[in-house]
């Protein structure tokens, strides 16, 4: 018996041993830091601070890949930056072959575009996203086609106004950062296309994205776009019925994700068999919000699988990360250590000293209070794109001074100034620079700059010196 316990004892302390260092192994492989790792059933996943752009946990989250119809949220808010949801449309040939999952639009029948736009975020719709998407894309062809009744289009007259529809898309994308996103179709069926570059070279492109990209066009879409709002009513609704044609239509919002969560904002489910389910969606919780972005997250008959996936990673961002502003005390940059710089040919109050300007943090309150006018790296305030750069994510969109951070994570200020500047200095001019990084990530900055006026030493002021010195009239 006393060796069995002995045995016994020895068992429990080898596996309680092979478990953490399996969970090390882990770590080291990926995951994130400051916890055990996720169990996701998804291919590519993606944590992301709405706000500041960072990724709070990721894998393979910069792998791009196919998206299905989660393609559809950048279809809605491209259609709703580029047209009044009340304008009209007509259905084409084109639009209404799309296959399942569709409304059965049929060729000439006429929709209003927010009706479509219920239609394609709330069943995914096929035929209304083509539908949709030739609405907009045909006044950017020829005059002749953008006079032409779209019931009256050619099957390539109808692929000419989705390529420029498609065409808006990935500018829009561009603007936001999205370097590996590229959109062939507008409800994101799988696709590729050959594009020949200036040189003659020719690339074949898919239709694809990555977790990251996908997770940051969501967050525009929610936070920073001029349409959030209407973007937000369509795809919070529950459901939607209209009347069209003589005919009746309800639809339903498969998005059950917002059932399952407090504070679950917006999000779009997606499936090919190239793409394996997918999906990106949102949540805000005490002033934080989150978006999760999947893809490949299983394939049939694993549904499921996205779900269990988004609560988890939701959960582990609303426990482990709380929001930290970059000017607060005990991080902001303290000013008090500049120095003044030298000026080169200043001018000073007596002939032959160094002139010196005296420098500031710009926008900085009275003893370093309150909230600055700093910008994200790179960028200016209200611009819509993440200015940061790297794997780690990008900078605070919009200049916001501050990012989701766990409590033992550290922000790292690194400040540069210029060593001496040559005269003339006006007061206002740029001298240097503070960044706030985490993980070497730069993710807000703020201008120092000079808090005076240095003019230059020119001869008539020299002359003007002389004659005071020496009391010349």
């Given at each position: 018996m006393r060796y069995q316990k002995i045995i016994g004892g020895f068992l429990c302390a080898l596996l309680l041993f092979l478990q953490l260092m399996g969970r090390a192994d882990a770590q080291e492989e990926g995951g994130y830091p400051g916890g055990e790792n996720l169990s996701l059933y998804a291919t590519a996943a993606v944590l992301l601070d709405a706000e500041s752009g960072r990724v709070l946990y990721g894998k393979n989250q910069d792998t791009p890949m196919a998206m299905a119809s989660t393609t559809k949220i950048m279809t809605c808010i491209t259609i709703l930056e580029n047209c009044d949801p009340e304008e009209v449309l007509t259905v084409s040939a084109y639009a209404a072959s799309m296959p399942k999952v569709k409304l059965y639009l049929q060729k000439g029948e006429q929709y209003r575009v927010r009706d479509l736009l219920f239609s394609l975020m709330l069943e995914s719709h096929n035929d209304s996203a083509v539908a949709?998407?030739?609405?907009?894309?045909?006044?950017?062809?020829?005059?002749?086609?953008?006079?032409?009744?779209?019931?009256?289009?050619?099957?390539?007259?109808?692929?000419?106004?989705?390529?420029?529809?498609?065409?808006?898309?990935?500018?829009?994308?561009?603007?936001?950062?999205?370097?590996?996103?590229?959109?062939?179709?507008?409800?994101?069926?799988?696709?590729?296309?050959?594009?020949?570059?200036?040189?003659?070279?020719?690339?074949?492109?898919?239709?694809?994205?990555?977790?990251?990209?996908?997770?940051?066009?969501?967050?525009?879409?929610?936070?920073?776009?001029?349409?959030?709002?209407?973007?937000?009513?369509?795809?919070?609704?529950?459901?939607?019925?209209?009347?069209?044609?003589?005919?009746?239509?309800?639809?339903?919002?498969?998005?059950?994700?917002?059932?399952?969560?407090?504070?679950?904002?917006?999000?779009?489910?997606?499936?090919?068999?190239?793409?394996?389910?997918?999906?990106?969606?949102?949540?805000?919780?005490?002033?934080?919000?989150?978006?999760?972005?999947?893809?490949?997250?299983?394939?049939?008959?694993?549904?499921?699988?996205?779900?269990?996936?988004?609560?988890?990673?939701?959960?582990?961002?609303?426990?482990?990360?709380?929001?930290?502003?970059?000017?607060?005390?005990?991080?902001?940059?303290?000013?008090?250590?500049l120095q003044p710089i030298p000026v080169l040919g200043g001018r000073t109050d007596i002939l032959g000293d160094t002139a010196y300007i005296d420098v500031e943090v710009q926008g900085r309150e009275p003893e370093g209070a309150g909230g600055g006018d700093g910008v994200g790296a790179g960028g200016e305030a209200g611009e819509e794109t993440y200015a940061g750069t790297g794997a780690g994510g990008p900078s605070a969109g919009g200049g916001i001074p501050g990012t989701l951070l766990r409590q033992d994570e550290q922000v790292q200020v690194i400040y540069h100034v210029k060593e001496q500047l040559e005269a003339p200095v006006r007061q206002g001019t740029v001298v240097g620079d503070v960044n706030y990084l985490v993980d070497d990530q730069v993710y807000y900055t703020e201008e120092i700059v000079a808090a005076g006026t240095v003019e230059k030493i020119s001869l008539p002021w020299c002359v003007e010196q002389v004659k005071r010195r020496f009391c010349l009239p």
């Amino acid at each position: 018996m006393r060796y069995q316990k002995i045995i016994g004892g020895f068992l429990c302390a080898l596996l309680l041993f092979l478990q953490l260092m399996g969970r090390a192994d882990a770590q080291e492989e990926g995951g994130y830091p400051g916890g055990e790792n996720l169990s996701l059933y998804a291919t590519a996943a993606v944590l992301l601070d709405a706000e500041s752009g960072r990724v709070l946990y990721g894998k393979n989250q910069d792998t791009p890949m196919a998206m299905a119809s989660t393609t559809k949220i950048m279809t809605c808010i491209t259609i709703l930056e580029n047209c009044d949801p009340e304008e009209v449309l007509t259905v084409s040939a084109y639009a209404a072959s799309m296959p399942k999952v569709k409304l059965y639009l049929q060729k000439g029948e006429q929709y209003r575009v927010r009706d479509l736009l219920f239609s394609l975020m709330l069943e995914s719709h096929n035929d209304s996203a083509v539908a949709l998407a030739e609405h907009i894309g045909k006044s950017f062809l020829p005059q002749e086609l953008r006079d032409k009744n779209t019931a009256e289009f050619s099957v390539e007259e109808s692929r000419q106004a989705v390529a420029a529809f498609a065409a808006l898309m990935n500018e829009k994308a561009a603007k936001l950062g999205c370097s590996q996103t590229h959109f062939i179709t507008p409800n994101g069926l799988d696709a590729t296309e050959t594009v020949t570059l200036e040189s003659g070279e020719t690339l074949n492109l898919e239709h694809c994205t990555t977790a990251r990209e996908l997770a940051l066009i969501m967050s525009y879409c929610i936070l920073r776009s001029p349409q959030k709002e209407a973007f937000l009513e369509i795809t919070r609704a529950e459901n939607y019925s209209f009347g069209a044609n003589g005919r009746s239509f309800s639809c339903v919002n498969h998005n059950a994700f917002l059932n399952m969560m407090d504070g679950a904002l917006s999000g779009k489910t997606g499936f090919t068999n190239k793409a394996g389910y997918c999906y990106v969606g949102s949540l805000e919780r005490d002033g934080r919000t989150f978006v999760v972005a999947l893809l490949a997250c299983g394939w049939p008959n694993n549904k499921n699988y996205k779900w269990s996936d988004t609560r988890e990673l939701m959960q582990y961002g609303i426990e482990n990360y709380f929001y930290r502003g970059f000017l607060e005390e005990g991080v902001a940059f303290d000013e008090s250590v500049l120095q003044p710089i030298p000026v080169l040919g200043g001018r000073t109050d007596i002939l032959g000293d160094t002139a010196y300007i005296d420098v500031e943090v710009q926008g900085r309150e009275p003893e370093g209070a309150g909230g600055g006018d700093g910008v994200g790296a790179g960028g200016e305030a209200g611009e819509e794109t993440y200015a940061g750069t790297g794997a780690g994510g990008p900078s605070a969109g919009g200049g916001i001074p501050g990012t989701l951070l766990r409590q033992d994570e550290q922000v790292q200020v690194i400040y540069h100034v210029k060593e001496q500047l040559e005269a003339p200095v006006r007061q206002g001019t740029v001298v240097g620079d503070v960044n706030y990084l985490v993980d070497d990530q730069v993710y807000y900055t703020e201008e120092i700059v000079a808090a005076g006026t240095v003019e230059k030493i020119s001869l008539p002021w020299c002359v003007e010196q002389v004659k005071r010195r020496f009391c010349l009239p």
